[in-house]
């Protein structure tokens, strides 16, 4: 731990790929934020058309401290552009600029931006180096930490990507100032997420401090990065591949994944889909016999104190229920065909599991009526 003011610094243990997540204020502007990185001749920060007015010229500042050249490439904004013509940007302008393999890419962004550079800097020239600067919230509790890149396809979200750890992650708690409201709240369905699954100390206090969280209290914002970032590493420190246990970080996902995919990227935001997706699979966790109809309850209200969607998306007004499945087999989780899920065995405690399509069916045709009763 960071004894700095107002700086705090969770771990990655993954032997001679570990790294820091640094939480605090001002790390943008801060050359110390750099310290142990590698410096050289030139720095490439991958932002998009919304983040880099807003934060682009302070990280140039700090990195000219420490590379020759800094080049800055602004790609359209959105989860609508997550895909190879993005990518590509990135990688024309690493050819154009003569990056090479010292070259050290920062991702300055949302989580569609970290995913998107991430990928790139595993790609380019079989890998370089590479840091985080998550600037929502959503992207500085989960998706700047674990080394997951990826772009969509058409037919999945995700589904193009690869491993790919960063040097460091950089949480700047300034930069959520400027943040929009919904999206404010798309993150907050990822630090909702870690409670049902992990911790309910964790759970118990996100619903105390809602109020504050929605109200971008500095404490209960550093707070809640801190520990969302302290069991997601617990959790890829033992499985950074997702061979077993990282599935947990996924609850909801699958039902969300359907959702974005379903109702085209970028219509629902991918914690929007999370929200109403762990929704979902409380109900089917229920069904499987894990957690009771109050368990369901409480999450639901929570879900909705974070201004998040609890009632689910027709995505067929002919075979709802079939798209949805569809869509579903269409997950990295699935195995053979048969969808996978992620169910809360006992609040706090999750596994993977698969469920007869017709408790799946009930569960997504009550969710999408809104209804509250469980099957
Ligand atoms: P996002 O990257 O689209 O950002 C949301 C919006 O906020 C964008 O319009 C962005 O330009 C804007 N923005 C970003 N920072 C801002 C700031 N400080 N001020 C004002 N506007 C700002 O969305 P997201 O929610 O950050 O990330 C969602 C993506 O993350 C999805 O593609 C999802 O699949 C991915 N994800 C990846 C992982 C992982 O482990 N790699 C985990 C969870 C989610
Ligand atoms: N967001 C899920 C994971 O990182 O595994």
Redesign the pocket.
């Known amino acids: 731990m960071d004894e700095r003011p107002h700086k705090h610094s969770v771990r990655i243990d993954l032997g001679d790929r570990s790294y820091e997540i640094f939480i605090g204020h001002r790390l943008i502007d801060d050359p110390a934020s750099l310290d142990g990185l590698p410096a050289g001749a030139s720095a490439v920060i991958v932002s998009?058309v919304?983040?880099a007015p807003?934060y682009a010229a302070r990280l140039i500042s700090a990195l000219q401290t420490r590379f020759r050249q800094v080049h800055l490439v602004e790609l359209p904004?959105?989860?609508a552009h997550?895909h190879w013509g993005s990518l590509n940007l990135i990688f024309d302008a690493l050819l154009e600029k003569a990056c090479d393999r010292k070259t050290v890419l920062f991702a300055l962004?949302?989580?569609?931006?970290g995913?998107m550079a991430g990928f790139a800097a595993a790609c380019y020239m079989r890998g370089i180096p590479f840091v985080q600067i998550p600037?929502?919230l959503?992207?500085q509790v989960?998706?700047s930490v674990?080394g997951?890149?990826a772009i969509n396809h058409p037919l999945g979200?995700?589904m193009i990507g690869a491993f790919y750890q960063p040097l460091r992650v950089l949480c700047d708690l300034d930069?959520?100032g400027?943040?929009?409201d919904r999206?404010l709240s798309?993150?907050l369905a990822?630090v909702i997420k870690y409670g049902p699954i992990a911790d309910m100390a964790f759970f118990d206090w996100i619903e105390a401090h809602m109020a504050a969280l929605r109200a971008r209290s500095p404490e209960a914002l550093s707070h809640a990065i801190r520990r969302s970032c302290e069991i997601k590493a617990a959790v890829v420190g033992q499985d950074e591949r997702e061979s077993g246990l990282r599935a947990i970080l996924n609850f909801g996902h699958t039902f969300g994944h359907a959702i974005e995919a379903g109702m085209g990227y970028g219509a629902w935001?991918?914690?929007e889909a999370v929200g109403c997706g762990m929704v979902m699979a409380a109900r089917l966790s229920r069904a499987l016999g894990g957690v009771d109809q109050s368990f369901v309850e409480r999450l639901t209200e929570l879900v909705r104190a974070a201004g998040l969607p609890t009632v689910a998306p027709v995505l067929d007004g002919h075979d709802n229920v079939g798209r949805y499945l569809q869509l579903m087999r269409v997950d990295k989780k699935a195995e053979a065909g048969a969808i996978r899920f992620v169910v809360i065995e006992g609040p706090g405690r999750a596994s993977m599991q698969s469920a007869p399509d017709d408790m799946v069916a009930e569960v997504i045709r009550i969710s999408c009526a809104g209804e509250t009763q469980c099957v």
Do not use: F, I, Y
């Open positions: 998009n919304t983040v807003l904004d959105g989860e997550k962004g949302g989580g569609v931006v995913d600037t929502t959503l992207a989960d998706s674990g997951k890149t979200k995700n930069t959520l400027s943040l929009p999206e798309a993150g990822e935001l991918h914690g």
